[in-house]
């Protein structure tokens, strides 16, 4: 199975700041008692306090969070001819949203065509990476005890 990797949909960009197997292991608990979705690099950094230098969401509970995920669909050679024909180096992906070069996390297209033509790619071979993108699914926050999880939920009430 391919892994999932979530993140607030209010942080979706080329570059995600958070990556994380379950939309829980993003939250953390401060010192004053409050909770907020942090950032990987928050958590790599061993961080305890907010600070600008972070991405921090802060939660309450009940508080409905929209998170999106993500299935890698694989790594392709991306081959245009000078015609501006196109191929890949095995059978196109089922299920993809997003294609992305992998020199270049600017260049984003939603197909193989989109990707060459904002990524204003030429002749030659490209190495790139097709992704799947889920919609946007609620997450209740909630404290059980001492624990906070965010729950997949139906969205508002």
């Known amino acids: 199975m391919t892994k999932r990797s ?4 209010a942080w979706l960009d080329e570059v995600t700041p958070v ?3 379950s939309p829980s292991e993003a939250l ?3 010192d004053d008692g409050r909770w907020g979705i942090v950032c990987d690099d928050f958590r790599d950094a061993k961080a305890t306090a907010p600070s600008d230098d972070f991405q921090i969401m ?6 409905i969070v929209g998170w ?5 669909r694989g790594d ?4 245009i001819a000078g015609n501006g ?4 180096d095995a059978p196109m992906p089922e299920q993809v949203t997003h294609w992305l070069e992998t020199d270049d996390w600017e260049a984003l297209g939603d197909s193989v065509p989109d990707l060459i033509r904002i990524g204003d790619l030429g002749p030659g071979k490209h190495n790139v990476m097709a992704y799947y993108w889920s919609g946007e699914i609620p997450h209740r926050f909630e404290i059980e005890g001492e624990c906070g999880r965010l729950v997949q ?3 508002t009430n």
């Open 58 to 63: 802060f939660v309450e509970p009940g508080q």
């Open 76 to 79: 392709f050679v991306l081959t």
């Open 19 to 21: 990556r994380v197997s």
């Open 85 to 88: 024909a196109w191929s890949l």
């Open 28 to 30: 953390h608990r401060f």
């Open 6 to 9: 979530w993140c607030p949909t």
């Open 153 to 155: 939920c139906a969205g």
């Open 68 to 72: 999106s995920y993500s299935e890698g």
